[in-house]
T-cell receptor
Framework: GAVVSQHPSWVICKSGTSVKIECRSL??????MFWYRQFPKQSLMLMAT?????????EQGVEKDKFLINHASLTLSTLTVTSAHPEDSSFYIC?????????????FGDGTRLSIL | AQTVTQSQPEMSVQEAETVTLSCTYD???????LFWYKQPPSRQMILVIR??????QNATENRFSVNFQKAAKSFSLKISDSQLGDAAMYFC????????????FGQGTRLTINP
């Protein structure tokens, strides 16, 4: 089946640094990828929709300058948390869908646990 | 905007018994998809079952089945013969049939299986 790889799985860094998270579709071309954020014991909240070759669409309340998204190829989207602070600590999950497969479910990465000290 | 509501934060069931998780949604669209995802402690999102809104027949996947009531906008998940490995968070999710394929998730239900 389709596989989405997310890296790193866990990262700890100091406050003020920037962290990049990668989301790769391994066996299909993903024109659209989604980035979700999940706080402990809560649901997944969509942060942004990443479109290959164009600007990402951010959900209301998500700072686009804080969470930079790049989708430069059909197999890779990156989320960069800039000048990270402890309140950015969370679980980030990406998912991907392939073109023309609207009836198919999204494929999720395994998530990245981000801890900001 | 579409919303998904799971009114049961926690549920528990005895091993081998049957449990039903509730989900309701609100939408004005006629074309959409509904999903149940399982998230074990590893936090991996695992697709359990899906339902296309245009299909009247309820989806079934082995021990998992849904009761899709389109008019009532209800989409419950029934787990038969519960197993210890079924213990997880379960999320109900909605996706529009056209345009953006983003998922809207419910709050989740934590399912505990008692041996």
């Amino acid at each position: 089946g389709a596989v989405v790889s997310q890296h790193p799985s866990w990262v700890i860094c100091k406050s003020g640094t920037s962290v990049k998270i990668e989301c790769r579709s391994l066996d299909f071309q993903a024109t659209t990828m989604f980035w979700y954020r999940q706080f402990p014991k809560q649901s997944l909240m969509l942060m942004a929709t990443s479109n290959e070759g164009s600007k990402a669409t951010y959900e209301q309340g998500v700072e686009k300058d804080k969470f930079l998204i790049n989708h430069a190829s059909l197999t890779l989207s990156t989320l960069t948390v800039t000048s990270a602070h402890p309140e950015d600590s969370s679980f980030y999950i990406c998912s991907a869908s392939s073109p023309g497969q609207g009836h198919q479910p999204q494929h999720f990465g395994d998530g990245t646990r981000l801890s900001i000290l | 905007a579409q919303t998904v509501t799971q009114s049961q934060p926690e549920m528990s069931v005895q091993e081998a018994e049957t449990v039903t998780l509730s989900c309701t949604y609100d939408t004005s669209e006629s074309d959409y998809y509904l999903f149940w995802y399982k998230q074990p402690p590893s936090r991996q999102m695992i697709l359990v079952i899906r339902q296309e809104a245009y299909k009247q027949q309820n989806a079934t996947e082995n021990r998992f089945s849904v009761n899709f009531q389109k008019a009532a906008k209800s989409f419950s998940l029934k787990i038969s013969d519960s197993q210890l490995g079924d213990a997880a968070m379960y999320f109900c999710a909605y996706r529009s049939g056209g345009g953006a394929q983003k998922l809207v998730f419910g709050q989740g239900t934590r399912l505990t299986i008692n041996p």
